[in-house]
């Protein structure tokens, strides 16, 4: 059974920090493009980093610079540092296979708020 659970959100200041988890199932974990996507209230859910198996990152223009993705193979587990978080990056934050085709986790809730 494929599951990804998402761990770590809560609520923040802006300007302060979080790190976010994602362990997986190694039968989608091994060798696959992992990446961390969110939705906020009434958008649609978007990519905002992915990593390779090997290490290779990218990230949407709208966290560059302040998200940073990482995975420990070891773990089957994929994480996001996130800084310098604004009211922007409130959103439910998942992870999942880039492109996104295993089952959806409940995700992890993240409110940047004063």
């Known amino acids: 059974q494929v599951q990804l659970v998402e761990s770590g959100g809560g609520l923040v200041q802006p300007g302060g920090s979080l790190r976010l988890s994602c362990a997986a199932s190694g039968s989608i974990f091994n060798r696959n493009r992992m990446g961390w996507y969110r939705q906020a209230p009434g958008k649609q859910r978007e990519l905002v980093a992915a990593i390779t198996s090997g290490g290779s990152t990218n990230y949407a223009d709208s966290v560059k610079g302040r998200f940073t993705i990482s995975r420990d193979n070891a773990k089957n587990t994929v994480y996001l540092q996130m800084n310098s978080l604004n009211p922007e990056d409130t959103a439910v934050y998942y992870c999942?296979?880039?492109?996104?085709?295993?089952?959806w986790g409940q995700g992890t809730q993240v409110t940047v708020s004063s």
């Open positions: 999942n296979l880039v492109p996104s085709k295993a089952p």
